[in-house]
């Protein structure tokens, strides 16, 4: 049995050996489940990411922006002219 330290944060250090035999890396997200023994500790599976493209898809569609495409220079020119209006010397 290993044992263990509550911080005054409330942070615990699970053991490396542990980590390493559930292949719990920095960052792994946990999901903590109180049980009539204790705390259970259980790893949430991570989804999987979308490619770049689809992704820029569906915020594509989910935008659905109907206009006039609007040039680089245009929309540098908008910012320009906004932060000019936020910002006067």
Do not use: F
């Not at 946990?30 to 490619?51: A, C």
């Not at 569609?61 to 002219?81: C, F, H, K, T, W």
Request: glycine share 6%; hydrophobic share 40%; net charge positive.
């Amino acid at each position: 049995m290993q044992t263990t330290l509550l911080s005054s944060k409330g942070q615990i250090i699970i053991p490396k050996a542990l980590r390493d035999a559930r292949h719990w890396h920095a960052g792994t997200r946990l999901e903590v489940q109180e049980t009539s023994e204790g705390l259970l500790l259980k790893p949430i599976e991570t989804s999987q990411k979308t490619p770049l493209v689809q992704g820029l898809a569906a915020i594509r569609q989910r935008i659905a922006y109907q206009g006039p495409a609007v040039s680089i220079e245009d929309m540098n020119a908008a910012l320009l002219s906004e932060a000019a209006r936020k910002h006067p010397r």
